[in-house]
């Protein structure tokens, strides 16, 4: 018996809605979508998780107002690391 294809469909597309349940998820997906840095969007959590989130925020706002940069998320950490030493 074939399964039931409203079903498999219904399963499809909840696959496809965020599962944000806590600030910090949303934080570091605001981050990594204001990168262009989706592969690394753990890497944002994690960031977010550990320190503070309007601090990470207004960074990554600063470096998405510049434009010249190629990398964004690369010179985001670069800069982040710089201002936590």
Do not use: C
Not at 9 to 33: H, P
């Amino acid at each position: 018996m074939p399964p039931n294809e409203d079903y498999l469909k219904a399963l499809r597309e909840r696959g496809k809605k965020s599962k944000v349940y806590v600030q910090f998820q949303d934080v570091g997906l605001t981050i990594a979508g204001l990168l262009n840095d989706e592969k690394h969007k753990a890497l944002y959590i994690k960031l977010a998780k550990e320190n503070e989130a309007d601090e990470l925020l207004r960074l990554a706002k600063q470096i998405t107002e510049k434009k010249n940069i190629k990398n964004k998320g690369a010179y985001f950490m670069k800069v982040w690391h710089a201002e936590k030493k």
